[in-house]
């Protein structure tokens, strides 16, 4: 074979092997993100804190998170504010997504899961656009983690560098395993896995032991019953920590 198409095989190679790393890791194309501003300034606290939705949401539920966030981390957020619906193009709805079985149900039963990157990308930007300490993103869409192979399903993901969070409530509803529609519990899981999140971007990535700690790491929904929305004494004693070393 002529050395010319040999070479010309190997770049087909490679451009292969690229478009498959790209698929698997989402829309991010280089290692980090396509940042609007790639400054990334320490966390001053207290901040703003932004709530980007992907998907259905009731708006008075963006007033029942806001007011539960604001009574377990009393006065760390000046403001919350709703940056509303984000529809994703349809472009890049369906770029990097996963098709997996859906747990429990027949193999027919396919869904598509979304990389927690495609997330972060439309996050970061947003956080820098409307000048906010950090940002959580709502969806009902299944994802799946960016960082770690093995994470489908997720409940939940943070990018501590970036201080954005991406919570899915679609394993959250009663629907998901076959059992009525339970609205009040439904909220309830959501609202401990945001305060969850949010409480990594402000505290670090270790979860705690204590039974009934919202910062206790759950492996399923009954577990997430099972704990409360609020903070066990030592982890109130680290937010205090943080308050202190922050003059508020
Ligand atoms: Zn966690
Ligand atoms: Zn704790």
Do not use: W
Request: aromatic share 12%; proline share 2%; with cysteine.
């Amino acid at each position: 074979m002529p050395k010319l198409q040999k070479y010309q095989q190997k770049i087909r190679k490679y451009k292969e092997r690229l478009k498959r790393l790209i698929t698997r890791i989402g829309i991010s194309y280089s290692a980090d993100f396509d940042l609007k501003d790639e400054k990334l300034e320490k966390l001053i606290l207290p901040c703003h804190l932004g709530i980007l939705f992907f998907g259905d949401f009731d708006i008075d539920f963006f007033f029942k998170i806001k007011h539960r966030i604001n009574q377990v981390y009393d006065s760390f957020f000046f403001n919350i504010k709703n940056l509303g619906d984000h529809n994703f193009s349809f472009e890049i709805f369906s770029k990097g997504v996963k098709k997996e079985y859906r747990e429990m149900k027949k193999s027919s039963d396919r869904i598509k899961i979304h990389p927690t990157n495609k997330f972060y990308e439309v996050l970061i930007n947003k956080r820098i656009e409307e000048k906010l300490g950090m940002i959580v993103a709502i969806t009902d869409l299944p994802i799946y983690s960016s960082s770690n192979d093995n994470v489908l399903f997720l409940f939940g993901e943070t990018n501590l560098k970036h201080r954005c969070c991406v919570v899915s409530s679609l394993k959250l509803k009663e629907q998901y395993y076959g059992r009525n529609k339970n609205q009040d519990l439904f909220e309830e899981r959501v609202i401990k896995e945001v305060i969850h999140e949010i409480g990594h971007i402000i505290m670090d990535s270790t979860h705690c032991v204590n039974y009934l700690c919202v910062m206790r790491f759950s492996k399923g929904v009954n577990e997430i019953d099972d704990k409360s929305s609020d903070f066990c004494s030592k982890c109130k004693l680290k937010l205090n920590q943080i308050r202190t070393d922050h003059n508020f």
